[in-house]
């Protein structure tokens, strides 16, 4: 029997990790500057919890969701994202009495049941940021320049960040009602999907991918022209503190988002370079989603970063690092491979990566795995060098090689 991951699943192996790797630990110290702490979410949540805040009519909701019911009947749903079971966890654990904002940050898998390609996963990492209990532009803001930050950190310089607005119960309607007018006459010429979303959830028309549809919604009304008075100056305001904190933006009305929860601010980094997929990051406002989930009214915004699609852009910039041993130890006979294993375990406690030979190959074979797993030094061991207390060491870069006492290998190695 031959097994192979589920379709849309993949293993993450090094030297590839090395990438990932590097990206949590950037996101880590730029996001702890900012006062983000990192919290822990289950994988699984009752599925009403996405459902009420992704939206019914969604594609994750209605198409991408790994629901089933568990042992004891309840529907559960392997999260497609993090927003919602951050503020499930916000709200149950009364987050709001502390002092506001809470900013948290997060990493780990995601499910969605989408149709794989390049950069499109069923199982999918993120890294996901959300700070609850500020309205302010200037926490869009931050957390914008944030990610800039992050991003510019492990060197990727060359990406766009778009950014919208899509207003707030005020003037939402009023702009629904406009291209509600505008696509009356042409929606027969749209995609089925954008035939139901004309009554359903009319923005995803500005977000479809079809290019037929692209083409036919070319004209349509931009949200900016609708925007109420208080969403507009929140936007103004957001765009000049972006200016002020030297994050570069470009302002693309069609940033609408697959998501129902947003209010207010979108945004977008994306990338020439992936393919179809080439949203890297994404995020918003979710001024109600709190209270919506029964807590008090906590404006809150976040974003999150797919891994897979910013580690494939970071290795055309830094190639993964093949992590190879400081010392090999080689070893022949039973009582130097015991003596190999004490010497390998004192200096791996002085900090070095070494390995033991594990016994029984002949020196010849032993040197060449050694040089397979791209060891800087051997250090030979047999009956002679036990006797005479000195080992050979062998660099196996440079090619030059001498006698080191056995007593003084680690002031050898702490100097090599
Ligand atoms: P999202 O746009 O659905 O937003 O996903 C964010 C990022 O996750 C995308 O830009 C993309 O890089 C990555 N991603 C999404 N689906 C896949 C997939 N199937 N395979 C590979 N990568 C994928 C959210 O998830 C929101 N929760 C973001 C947010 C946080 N908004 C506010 N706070």
Redesign the pocket.
């Known amino acids: 029997m031959k097994y192979s991951a589920p379709k849309g699943f993949q293993d993450i192996l090094p030297p590839e990790i090395s990438v990932w790797q590097r990206i949590e630990a950037a996101a880590r110290s730029v996001f702890v500057k900012y006062g983000f702490h990192e919290i822990r979410l289950p994988i699984i949540e009752a599925t009403d919890i996405f459902v009420r805040s992704i939206g019914e009519i969604t594609d994750i909701v209605e198409k991408e969701m790994y629901t089933f019911r568990d042992k004891g009947d309840r529907s559960v749903t392997l999260r497609p ?3 919602a079971g951050a503020v499930r966890c916000f709200v149950e654990h009364g987050l709001h009495n502390l002092p506001s904002p809470q900013k948290f940050y997060y990493a780990g898998p995601m499910f ?1 049941y ?1 149709r794989p390609q390049k ?3 069923r199982q ?1 990492y ?1 890294i ?1 940021v ?1 700070a609850f209990g500020a309205a302010q532009p200037a926490l869009d803001a931050e957390i914008i320049a944030m990610l800039n930050d992050f991003l510019k950190s492990i060197g990727l310089l060359n990406l766009n960040f778009e950014l919208n607005s899509i207003g707030c119960d005020v003037c939402r309607p009023v702009y629904k009602e406009a291209l509600q007018l505008f696509f009356r006459d042409k929606i027969s010429g749209f995609c089925p999907d954008c035939n139901r979303r004309y009554n359903t959830n009319i923005l995803r028309i500005l977000d479809c991918k079809v290019e037929r549809c692209v083409e036919l919604r070319g004209g349509a009304p931009a949200v900016s022209g609708h925007l109420c008075e208080h969403c507009r100056i929140h936007f103004d305001e957001l765009t000049g503190l972006l200016e002020t904190l030297d994050v570069p933006f470009s302002l693309n009305a069609n940033l609408v ?3 129902d929860y947003y209010t207010k601010t979108t945004f ?1 980094v994306t990338s020439e370079h992936l393919g179809a997929q080439k ?6 406002r ?1 001024d109600k989603l709190v209270k919506e989930f029964g807590g008090p009214d906590t404006p809150a915004i ?5 891994m ?2 910013l580690a494939t852009l970071l290795q055309t910039v830094v190639p993964p690092e093949k992590a190879a041993p400081k010392v090999f130890v080689a070893t022949l006979g039973k009582q130097a491979d015991t003596e190999g294993l004490r010497i390998t375990k004192s200096l791996r406690n002085n900090g070095l990566w070494v390995e033991p030979s594990y016994g029984g190959a002949s020196l010849k074979s032993q040197l060449r795995k050694a040089d397979r797993i791209g060891a800087e030094y051997a250090v030979i061991l047999g009956e002679n060098e036990l006797s005479s207390g000195k080992a050979q060491w062998k660099n196996l870069k440079e090619g030059t090689q001498g006698e080191v006492a056995l007593t003084e290998l680690q002031a050898f190695f702490a100097k090599a």
Not at 279 to 284: E, I, L, N, P, Q
Not at 302 to 306: H, V
């Open positions: 994202e993090g927003t969605r989408e950069g499109r996963f999918f993120q996901g959300e988002r697959g998501l977008e949203a890297v990051a994404a995020g918003g979710y976040g974003f999150a970063i797919g897979e699609r």
